[in-house]
Nanobody
């Protein structure tokens, strides 16, 4: 059984930083893609960053240069977020077994999310 558990969300002021973590269990070995998505109230879920099993990454234009996705040998995935803006506010979800294109419907497993709130 695949489980994804996010943590690290918080309320911060604009310009601040956060590091989100996603603990992964039950994911089979082999090629896979992990990603972070976010969803603000009244908006669609959008892909933020993705990392493939070979280490290649993909970022949304809105976070390029500010966010960094990484993973460790245990398949846990992290999202370092710097220079946070109010528009980064939302529920952040970890997702597994999708594609680097970050299409939500392509991902088979999801966590329950962690809230990030950025105030101006």
């Amino acid at each position: 059984q695949v489980q994804l558990v996010e943590s690290g969300g918080d309320s911060v002021q604009a310009g601040g930083s956060l590091r989100l973590s996603c603990a992964v269990s039950g994911l089979s070995d082999g090629a896979y893609c992990m990603a972070w998505f976010r969803q603000a109230p009244g908006k669609e879920r959008e892909g933020v960053a993705a990392i493939y099993s070979d280490g290649s990454t993909n970022y949304a234009d809105s976070v390029q240069g500010r966010f960094t996705i990484s993973r460790d040998s245990n398949k846990s995935v992290y999202l370092r977020m710097n220079s946070l803006k109010p528009e980064d506010t939302g529920m952040y979800y970890c997702a597994a077994e999708g594609t680097p294109k970050m299409v939500a419907a392509d991902f088979g497993y999801w966590g329950k999310g962690t809230q990030v709130t950025v105030s101006s």
